[in-house]
């Protein structure tokens, strides 16, 4: 039970991990207990296998989106009914069985194909069953409006009757099988790139290196130690006040964080990019449609109890939410987004060097790009993406390889993704810097339609396609989803460190490189202070 109460009118709201079905790429969706709640007070404020070709790979389990009602238990077999449906093309699951089953092998995911193809063909002949007996009983109603005789009649209500009831029964039992069908195939991951290597993060394929190591010819510190001696962060007194993994920013780290989100936004709004400050408290049913998990065992999602609502873990998922259920102009396309947020997530199971100090933290700010494109554009702007990362972590002077992930280390939505790893001195190892659950500093991903799909983000390709003759009216032409692409551009506990131990100095000052230097009021560099 969540401890609420009030202090002075400000309400406090409980957070726990609570525990409804898993969407990942690697879990098919189990209900387990409630695990042991990990609790934090809030405030409110003022009230596909390589071989096929791509257009195989690419293709959108697609149909049109549905809407669901909430999420409710149906006693008698344990059912779940589903609290949003994605518009998943089983038919075409169906025809590329050995291509999908292939996929999910790859992926090491634990969705059951088999499960899906024999609940889908379970379906179908009940579907057929009930039009079957809708054909019937619609028979039986046109009989009994014809003259009949008191014996004929009361023949026909009681098949009628026996109609009905039958349906019933049927029709239920059609509801529950497509509620078991729609979570069975919602674990399934999107198809992959024919050219994303295949197996674990040791597969990853290396696309470009920049730059090199600094060579120091003095001892090297890493960021816990530059920060201490030039009194930027404490990490004791948050740890008091909110727990481990927390942090207080001080003196240049402030100017410095607010320097690297203003330039960052600066130069991808240069880009064609429109600037959002985002929602950072969303609905899990949203969360989940963008293929996030946001309750399990070992979610990275902090969700509020008592709710239907979450904490984001990135930018990504409230500006994929913003065209929730709508249907684009083809003009309009592409929609390209910039945004800046306050990111939150559990770090469960996070343990280890790398996650000292400032690299893995439980709150942090992020700018995230987020694009939908039309399908055959998305290749290009993933392209883009993957190039405004390289300019600015480039311009910044840092050393960072850029890598095509295998398919091991793909989330569920993701086609392809390319990930951004800087050389980090104090951890004497590349860091990922820019994506939100692993240990790069940037990532960014290519999920064609498999968050539209399931959000519900379509566009017209053209605004008709034929005139009806009779009635003389355009009729429209069918929508497709978009495709939808999202990329770090910074996230800032992690360029932080990497500014911190790439530029050190042997006095133990910082130099700050040069684009950032306007946005510090004009400070170059970040000295001792004087006692």
């Not at 790139?193 to 696309?207: F, Y």
């Not at 942090?247 to 330039?263: G, R, S």
């Not at 939150?344 to 942090?364: D, I, K, M, P, S």
């Amino acid at each position: 039970m969540a401890l609420q109460c009030r202090l002075s009118g400000t309400t406090i709201q409980s957070l726990k991990m609570a525990t409804i079905p898993i969407l990942s790429s690697s879990s098919r969706f189990i209900f387990r207990p409630l695990p042991q709640s990990l609790k934090l007070s809030i405030f409110s404020r003022h009230s596909p296998p390589r071989t096929p070709p791509i257009t195989l790979l690419i293709r959108a389990l697609s149909a049109p989106a549905v809407a669901a009602a909430p999420a409710t238990e149906i006693s008698d077999n344990k059912v779940v009914k589903p609290q949003w449906r994605a518009a998943i093309d089983f038919k075409w699951i169906r025809d590329n069985k050995e291509a999908v089953a292939i996929n999910i092998k790859n992926r090491n995911s634990n969705a059951n194909l088999e499960f899906v193809l024999e609940l889908y063909d379970k379906m179908l002949n009940l579907q057929k069953e009930v039009e079957r007996l809708r054909g019937e009983r619609n028979t039986v109603a046109n009989k009994m409006k014809g003259k009949l005789e008191p014996s004929e009649r009361q023949k026909l209500i009681e098949e009628g009757k026996n109609l009905k009831e039958g349906l019933m029964t049927l029709e239920e039992d059609l509801i529950k099988l497509r509620d078991e069908l729609q979570l069975e195939a919602q674990c399934i991951p999107n198809m992959t790139h024919p050219d994303v290597p295949i197996g674990g993060e040791c597969s990853s394929k290396l696309r470009n290196m920049v730059g090199s190591r600094r060579e120091f010819d003095f001892p090297i510190k890493d960021h816990l130690q530059i920060g201490k001696e030039l009194d930027l962060f404490d990490f004791d007194a948050a740890a008091e006040v909110s727990g481990s993994k927390f942090y207080y920013l001080k003196n240049e780290a402030v100017m410095l964080e607010m320097a690297l989100v203003n330039w960052t936004l600066t130069e991808v709004m240069k880009r064609g990019f429109t600037p959002l400050t985002t929602p950072e408290i969303v609905r899990s049913s949203v969360v989940e449609k963008c293929g996030f998990q946001p309750r399990g065992e070992n979610t990275q999602v902090y969700s509020i109890e008592d709710s239907d609502q979450c904490l984001i873990g990135t930018a990504e998922i409230p500006v994929g939410g913003i065209h929730m259920d709508s249907i684009l102009s083809k003009s309009s396309l592409p929609l390209k987004y910039v945004a800046f947020s306050h990111c939150f997530r559990t770090e469960a199971g996070a343990a280890g060097t790398a996650t000292r100090g400032l690299y893995r933290v439980h709150q942090f700010s992020k700018v995230e790009m987020f694009i939908l494109c039309r399908p055959e554009d998305s290749d290009m702007f993933h392209e883009e993406l993957i190039k405004i990362e390289e300019d600015l972590f480039s311009s910044l002077g840092l050393h960072y390889k850029t890598l095509d992930m295998a398919t091991g280390d793909l989330g569920a939505p993701a086609y392809r993704k390319f990930d951004v790893e800087a050389w980090m001195p104090g951890l004497e190892r590349y860091g990922e810097v820019l994506h939100i659950f692993s240990k790069q500093i940037s990532s960014a991903s290519n999920c064609t339609d498999y968050q539209s799909r399931r959000l519900g983000i379509r566009y017209r390709p053209s605004e008709s396609t034929s005139t009806n003759s009779k009635k003389g009216q355009a009729s429209l032409a069918t929508t497709k989803f978009v495709h939808t692409l999202n990329a770090t551009a910074c996230a800032v506990p992690r360029m932080l460190v990497c500014l911190l131990e790439n530029f050190q100095q042997e006095d133990g000052s910082v130099i700050i490189p040069n684009p950032l230097r306007p946005f510090m009021g004009g400070i170059e560099l970040i000295s001792l202070k004087s006692r």
